[in-house]
Nanobody, 122 residues
Framework: VQLQASGGGLVQAGGSLRLSCAAS????????VGWFRQAPGKEREFVAT????????YYADSVKGRFTISRDNAKNTVYLQMNSLKPEDTAVYYC????????????????WGQGTLVTVSS
C-alpha cells in the first residue's frame, strides 16, 4: 500500500485548504484512513479518521467543527477539508491506513504517506 498526501500550502488565518490522500495497491475501499499532523517541535497528533464506508468519522477536539474528512473509493482518495484555519493548525499533515487498535493512536496505523506542509499565517 502506498499513500500520497497533497494539497498543502500557505493560507491566511480564517482560510481553507483541502488535502488529498491518494492510495495505490491493495483494496482501498476496505481501509480505515486517518490524518495526523506534526507541528514544529511537537509530537505527531491525531486529526481525523474515516471508516471504509464513510459512515463513521472521528475527529480530534481541536479540529471538530472546522475540518471534514471524506472519501471517494472510486478515486482511491481520502480528503481533509480544512476551514477556519488557525495559525496553530500549521503542521506537516500525514495520512495513514489503520490496521488495529485505537483510531487516535499513531501506532494503530501501518502505512504512512510522506506528508504535506500546511502553513497558516496570522
Amino acid at each position: 500500500v502506498q499513500l500520497q498526501a497533497s494539497g498543502g500550502g500557505l493560507v491566511q488565518a480564517g482560510g481553507s485548504l483541502r488535502l488529498s490522500c491518494a492510495a495505490s495497491g491493495g483494496t482501498f475501499s476496505s481501509y480505515v484512513v486517518g490524518w495526523f499532523r506534526q507541528a514544529p517541535g511537537k509530537e505527531r497528533e491525531f486529526v481525523a479518521t474515516i471508516r471504509w464506508s464513510g459512515d463513521y468519522t472521528y475527529y480530534a477536539d481541536s479540529v471538530k467543527g472546522r475540518f471534514t474528512i471524506s472519501r471517494d473509493n472510486a478515486k482511491n482518495t481520502v480528503y481533509l477539508q480544512m476551514n477556519s484555519l488557525k495559525p496553530e493548525d500549521t503542521a506537516v499533515y500525514y495520512c495513514a491506513s489503520w490496521y488495529r487498535g485505537s483510531y487516535s493512536l499513531q501506532e494503530s496505523y501501518d502505512y504512512w504517506g510522506q506528508g504535506t506542509l500546511v502553513t497558516v499565517s496570522s
